[in-house]
């Protein structure tokens, strides 16, 4: 089948889709029609910028433009070069993601990449640059975190928002002709300098790749507009927190269009949600095949990897841009994208969607409904991030906000609230500027106005629990210990946290979601708990395609990937030809369950009140769960997502699998506790706490468990063991010829 013009020469290379078209057929009058509604309902709701306000963003990126170039300049002339080498030194300044591509939504920020030759650094960036942009009198809410993977100056200029990136090229002149597609651009610069690269090169293909019709171009331009406003309303919009970013959601939109390169705009925006809600992840999201330029940069590549939601960029080096997206944020996004497809399969082939009553197109609306975030859960953890100034909080929030995913996910050296025995749980990523502190915290007036909250809502797994106490202090002490020591914070910043229950809520979660505030999201919640549907799904023939699209993907036969496949039946014809592209479901023989998410959140509470657990207990609840945030956290096996048990380590020894570089007073090596580093001259033995857990959880019915003493037999070649017990004297522990156990290394 042909490509349908989506092969593009960029760069000086030729790039052609990694996945043939699976459909080319053009819009039909029903497809028409249900544009005018889409068109007629993003008129109004999902608004464009007006003339003014696109003027005002030309002359704010012409005014940091001139002053990137004089900066350059400058940064020569102290550095004592030569003034041909200084007034040939040029830079450049790049625009990527949305504002690149040509979507202009009212107070969308600008995505930019200052290109310098290597005569300037990063401490010139964060200082002089810095120093001038925080003197300019259009410029304020300047923050900058240059600790973070891709370094980063955000700032309002004339109020609109820009962040601003660095790029060193090693070369001594960056011309206004240097072309940024070309890979040899990369050569010599360090990993930070190729990855902010990859906004501007990434946009640039993808910009290239869409360019076949004029109307290919406008229909993937709406899919971009309507999935980022579904985003943001359902809680889905922050890369830095977990989730999609413009990025992620600008590559899915330009795969759908490789998949259907002539569907109009609101096909395009169902087969969108069809697609994601029917691959089988972790298998990645590729634009075009993986190419290395073999100029030293890392390539993506599927071994060894355990990243959740890989979508790769098309650009050399490719990389996963959604690597902050863990498993469960993984499964939220799962959830969303489920009733996404349900909404725009009744808006494309419903009866009532194509009614006269819908030709203004009002029904869309249900896509982006506000997510029901706080009234899903029934208990909710707020993190409370506080500064003594302003400007302190800026740059304290900043830096505390990038590192929030962990503290849901787990990171290097500890769980977080991944390993807690926790159902579900979702951070939410807007932030709330009020003081969320217990009134008790000792905390000054100042600290209190300049103070920002974050949510995290969560349902506990009794199952896996030992007693009715869920204790958190453990996980926001890890937290704080390895994620937040990174950075030192000006006198009186500090992060806190804070329990509440659903109906303890404060008001200002509901304000703008529910028109009614408290008292309307507290009734919703009441007729949502009553409703009480199940798991449900569709109704029957409300999803026929999608059906057939189910069955075939489960299929174990079918055409190897990228075949073309002629189908005579039309009704079949998307089903088969996915299926001969190589697309995977996870999905049951009824339907129900297409991405194992279980039931929802809602209907988990209403089962363990019903059934005397959860219910709506809390601190001194009635008969229910008891959260604590002062105690040591003791009462739960900590456990992998394998049910392995896990040893988090402690203040003399850290697990850690692989060798991390030198640390004072540590040594790497394999001991009592593992792999990891042993503090140097302690004898570390096995905490009894995980000696008995491991009893516990691997013989819970007295038998012998894990870590039982037991008669070890030096004399023989190997002794059987079905975990690591310690060091053996001229043995070693290892998975061999005779299975997992202890092999004699010497005579």
């Known amino acids: 089948m042909s490509d349908a013009g989506l092969t593009i020469k960029v760069g000086g290379r030729v790039v052609s889709p990694h996945y043939q078209p699976v459909n080319l057929k053009g819009p039909s009058n029903d497809d028409l029609a249900n544009d005018i509604r889409l068109q007629s309902f993003m008129s109004t709701h999902i608004p464009l910028e007006t003339e ?18 004089k900066w350059v300049r400058d940064t020569c002339y102290k550095k004592e070069y030569p003034a041909a080498v200084a007034e040939a030194a040029g830079g450049k300044l790049y625009t990527s993601g949305s504002y690149r591509l040509g979507i202009h939504e009212p107070g969308a920020d600008i995505d930019t990449v200052c290109v310098t030759p290597s005569v300037c650094d990063k401490e010139d960036f964060f200082g002089e640059l810095k120093e001038q942009l925080q003197k300019h009198p259009d410029v304020t809410n300047l923050n900058s975190i240059e600790t973070a993977a891709v370094p980063v100056i955000t700032f309002d200029w004339e109020d609109v928002n820009i962040d601003l990136l660095f ?19 990369l050569r010599g610069v360090d990993r930070p300098t190729a990855t902010t690269l990859n906004g501007p090169r990434v946009t640039n293909m993808l910009a290239n790749l869409m360019q076949g019709t004029k109307e290919r171009y406008a229909a993937f331009l709406t899919v971009i507009r309507c999935v980022r406003r579904w985003a943001k309303k359902r809680g889905l919009y922050s890369n830095k927190m977990g989730y999609w970013g413009g990025i992620n959601i600008n590559i899915l939109a330009a795969f759908t269009v490789q998949i259907y390169p002539n569907a109009s705009p609101s096909n395009l925006l169902q087969k969108f949600f069809m697609i994601l809600r029917h691959w089988k992840w972790p298998d990645p999201i590729m634009l075009t095949k993986t190419h290395d330029s073999h100029l030293g940069q890392i390539v993506w590549t599927s071994q060894g990897n355990k990243e959740h939601f890989p979508i790769l960029t098309p650009a050399y080096p490719s990389m996963n841009s959604s690597m902050s997206i863990s498993k469960q944020s ?8 489920k009733r996404a497809d349900a909404i725009c399969t009744k808006m494309i082939k419903g009866k009532e969607a194509k009614s006269t009553e819908n030709n203004d ?16 859960y029934p208990h909710y953890l707020a993190i409370v991030i506080t500064g003594p100034t302003k400007s302190d909080l800026q740059s304290w929030s900043g830096y505390v906000v990038s590192r929030l995913r962990m503290l849901v996910a787990g990171g290097t050296g500890y769980g977080g609230m991944g390993r807690m025995p926790l159902k579900k749980h979702q951070l939410w990523p807007k932030e709330f500027e009020i003081c969320c502190a217990n009134p008790e915290s000792n905390l000054s007036a100042a600290q209190r106005v300049n103070s920002v909250t974050y949510f995290i809502g969560f349902t506990a797994d009794q199952l896996r629990m030992k007693g009715d106490e869920l204790n958190l202090e453990r996980a926001i002490q890890d937290f704080k210990k390895f994620e937040l020591t990174r950075f030192i914070p000006p006198e009186g910043c500090e992060v806190l946290s804070r329990y509440f229950k659903c109906k303890t809520l404060p008001p200002a979660v509901f304000e703008g979601t529910y028109e009614g505030g408290k008292v309307e999201a507290m009734q919703r919640r009441k007729e949502i708990r009553e409703a009480d549907p199940g798991e449900g799904g569709r109704e029957e023939g409300e999803d026929e395609e999608a059906k057939l699209l189910a069955d075939a993907l489960a299929a174990v036969s079918g055409p190897e990937r990228g075949e073309g496949v002629d189908v005579a039946d039309e009704e079949q014809v998307d089903v088969e030809l996915l299926q001969a592209a190589g697309f995977d479901a996870n999905e049951d023989d009824d339907d129900k369950t297409v991405l194992n998410i279980g039931v929802p959140v809602w209907r988990e509470v209403k089962r363990k009140r019903e059934d005397g657990g959860e219910g709506e207990g809390g601190v001194g609840g009635r008969g229910g769960l008891r959260i604590k945030l002062t105690t040591t956290f003791e009462n739960v096996t900590p456990i992998d997502d394998d049910g392995i048990i896990l040893d988090e380590g402690g203040e003399n020894f850290v697990p850690q699998s692989k060798w991390g570089g030198r640390k004072g007073g540590f040594e ?6 593992g792999v990891g580093y042993y503090r140097s001259g302690v004898e570390v033995t096995m905490p009894r706490r995980l000696v008995s857990a491991a009893v516990d959880v691997v013989d819970g019915e007295g038998g012998r468990g894990l870590f039982d003493d037991f008669d070890f037999d030096y004399e023989s070649q190997f002794v059987e063991s079905v975990g690591w017990r310690g060091a053996k004297p001229t043995f070693e522990f290892k998975k061999g ?8 290394t010497k005579k």
């Open 52 to 69: 003014a306000e696109l003027v005002k963003r030309e002359r704010v990126l012409t005014g940091l433009k001139n002053m990137v170039l």
């Open 167 to 185: 790029a060193k090229l090693n070369v001594i002149s960056v011309p206004d002709s240097l072309d940024i597609d070309n890979d040899l651009i």
């Open 330 to 337: 993984r499964i939220i996004i799962q959830e969303e994208i």
């Open 361 to 376: 197109g009002h029904m869309w609306a249900e896509l982006f409904e506000p997510s029901d975030f706080f009234i899903s």
């Open 668 to 673: 790497f090596k394999r001991g009592v506790r």
């Open 737 to 744: 010829e005779s299975g997992l156990g202890y092999y004699r």
